[in-house]
Structure formats: structure tokens, C-alpha cells
């Protein structure tokens, strides 16, 4: 169980466009989802956060109008990337949670690589 | 802010062999939960095992334990008869409430064969 998925796991994309990012817990409902972007032998990055049916709260220094997060069911969010410059090429990782007594869980999703040439 | 340090960015361990990853954090708060994540090449972040404040018995999962001291805020992950598969970035998190995860800087682990 708490399976949480991401579509595509890799994309190239040309600099200037846009790429929607599909996160989807695929046995659970997720309350909650969480945005993260890796570099190469770092840490997660928080991004920013949603829950069902409301806007996203994003980190400092995250620049909303460029990664725009939807969290439209309890089932899936999306992170778009806008005018993507390259940049922006690097791993994003979604998580979700649900609530009750797991609440302090985060299932990860696979990790998608975006490549901005 | 809570805070979480790994102040080992690599590690290395010969095969069947012990190896202890440091991790240490800061926060105000008396009931939170500690986590050891696992990043293989793949980089699908698998979770190894969860530590409750509360609890003073520290969790295990078959090699995995943890030695959780909760006045030093400190929570170190050892893994027992090292396997090849165990080769991975760990990263050491912290979680309060229903507030975010608070990630370390992660340690590279690498096993000798």
C-alpha cells in the first residue's frame, strides 16, 4: 500500500515552454502533497506544499508564478513548469500524506527528471 | 527553526560488516518524529525506519536500529551485516506536527564487496 506515482519520470523540454509534472497516490487519499526539487548530490528542497482544494503554500525564494502547483483531487496534484529556462533542469520528487494516524508519513513518488536544453 | 546535521557526507563499510550514520537536530518541541530515508541510484526515497519522540525504546527494523538520545537530540542510524544493497544516500529528517519534513544534508554510504 501508499503507492504514490509521478508522470513522465524523465522529460526534455525546449527553453521557453512549459511541463506539466503528474503526482498521484494511487491507494490512499492524499491530504496533503509536497513539492521537492533535488540537485545531484544534494538534499530535498522543499518547493512548496498543497492540500485538497486549496492553494499552495510555497517555500522562500520559490517563485509561484513559475511552478505552478494544482491539488485538484485527493488523488492527484500537478506541478507546471512555465517559460522553463534551463535552469530549471533538475530532479522533482512529489510526496503526499493522508490524515489520521499516519499523518506524520510521507509516501514518495519515483522522482521525475526534467531537462530544459 | 528546527534543524537537522549529518556531519558525515561519506561513509564506507566493508560487506557484513557495522556502520553507524550520524545525525543530530535542534528543536524546542518534546513530541515530534525522527526518520531515516534511503536514496538508492534509482532515487526513489524508500524509508528505513521512524523513531516517536515519546518513545524511549529505540525502533528497529531486522539490520536497521536506531540509538535515539533525545536530551543530546541526537539519532543515529546503524546498519548491521551491510549488504550490497544497502549502497545508498541516507538522509536523516525530522517532522513536527503536521508540519513539513526537515531533511539533513544526507550521507553517501558505499559498501565494499
Known amino acids: 500500500g501508499a503507492v504514490v506515482s509521478q508522470h513522465p519520470s524523465w522529460v526534455i523540454c525546449k527553453s521557453g515552454t512549459s511541463v506539466k509534472i503528474e503526482c498521484r497516490s494511487l491507494d490512499f487519499q492524499a491530504t496533503t502533497m509536497f513539492w521537492y526539487r533535488q540537485f545531484p548530490k544534494q538534499s530535498l528542497m522543499l518547493m512548496a506544499t498543497s492540500n485538497e482544494g486549496s492553494k499552495a503554500t510555497y517555500e522562500q525564494g520559490v517563485e509561484k508564478d513559475k511552478f505552478l502547483i494544482n491539488h485538484a483531487s485527493l488523488t492527484l496534484s500537478t506541478l507546471t513548469v512555465t517559460s522553463a529556462h534551463p535552469e530549471d533542469s533538475s530532479f522533482y520528487i512529489c510526496s503526499a500524506r493522508t490524515s489520521g494516524l499516519a499523518i506524520h508519513e510521507q509516501y514518495f513518488g519515483p522522482g521525475t527528471r526534467l531537462t530544459v536544453t | 527553526a528546527q534543524t537537522v546535521t549529518q556531519s558525515q557526507p561519506e561513509m564506507s563499510v566493508q560487506e557484513a560488516e557495522t556502520v553507524t550514520l550520524s545525525c543530530t537536530y535542534d528543536?524546542?518541541?518534546?513530541?515530534?518524529?525522527l526518520f531515516w530515508y534511503k536514496q538508492p541510484p534509482s532515487r526513489q526515497m524508500i524509508l528505513v525506519i521512524r523513531?516517536?519522540?515519546?518513545?524511549?525504546q529505540n525502533a528497529t527494523e531486522n539490520r536497521f536500529s536506531v540509538n535515539f538520545q533525545k536530551a543530546a537530540k541526537s539519532f543515529s542510524l546503524k546498519i548491521s551485516d551491510s549488504q550490497l544493497g544497502d549502497a545508498a544516500m541516507y538522509f536523516c529528517a525530522y517532522n513536527f506536527g503536521n508540519e513539513k519534513l526537515t531533511f539533513g544534508t544526507g550521507t553517501r554510504l558505499t559498501i565494499i564487496p
Open positions: 523513531q516517536e519522540a515519546y518513545k524511549q
Open positions: 528543536t524546542s518541541e518534546s513530541d515530534y518524529y
